[in-house]
């Protein structure tokens, strides 16, 4: 069945470091890729997604690129603030399934 | 417009009691889940509607579990003899349509289920 493997939190950052968090996942088939954001107090949204091996996705400056070769779909930011302070959901929906498949979540914690 | 919404926010209950706990989707969205996230987890799939039907049901973790969408809209999960186990948060998302691959499900702010 279908699997999401993200790291372990949380991760603790200072304001302007570079992050990235990873993630890699197993599935049949071609699955499409999803990061979700969970901020305090507020319910899950999209970040960015990617449907396709090498497609990018990218919004609010985090960046992440499906990569078919190592199962991979590293989430990655060059410049963190305060504000991204939340939890983050690595998710893939294909294998034959309808529901989206989500990992553990990764709290990261930005101090300024 | 109006975004996922569920009611109620919380909802306390006793061991054996029964429960419902209600999604209203987005105006228009055919497609229909219900996740539940337990504490440190991420959601993990329980049901999937399109329309007035159940497409997928293969999250429901046994038979105390039971969703309806009578009329494609608003659905209720129902949860018979509650267990401990079962407190988690109960999240549903829609979808415009399902079925293609780019498939994004807008997320309620969930259902706080405690059985004590």
Redesign the interface.
């Known amino acids: 069945g279908n699997s ?1 493997t993200q790291m372990e939190g949380p991760v603790t950052l200072s304001e302007e470091a570079f992050l990235t968090i990873n993630c890699t996942y197993t599935a049949t088939g071609y699955p ?1 890729l999803f990061w ?1 954001v969970q901020y305090p107090g ?5 970040l960015l ?1 990617a ?2 091996a090498d497609d990018k996705g990218s919004n609010k400056g985090f960046e992440a690129t499906y990569r078919k070769e190592t199962t991979s779909f590293h989430l990655e930011k060059g410049s963190v603030q305060v504000s991204d302070s939340a939890v983050y ?1 690595c ?1 893939l ?1 294909g294998g034959g ?9 990764t709290h990261l914690i930005i101090q300024p | 417009g109006a975004g996922v919404s569920q009611t109620p926010s919380n909802k306390v209950t006793e061991k054996g009691k029964y429960v419902e706990l209600r999604c209203d989707p987005i105006s228009g969205h055919t497609a229909l889940y219900w996740y539940r996230q337990s504490l440190g987890q991420g959601p993990e799939f329980l049901i999937y509607f399109q329309g007035t039907g159940a497409a997928d049901d293969s999250g429901l973790p046994n038979d105390r579990f039971f969703a309806v969408r009578p009329e494609g809209s608003v659905s209720t999960l129902k949860i018979q003899r509650t267990e401990r186990g079962d407190s988690a948060v109960y999240l549903c998302a829609s979808s415009p349509r399902a079925g293609t691959s780019y498939n994004e499900q807008f997320f309620g702010p969930g259902t706080r289920l405690t059985v004590l």
């Open positions: 999401v499409s979700y507020e319910g899950l949204q999209l997604k449907t396709k959901f998710a929906r399934a309808d529901g989206l498949t989500f990992g553990k979540g």
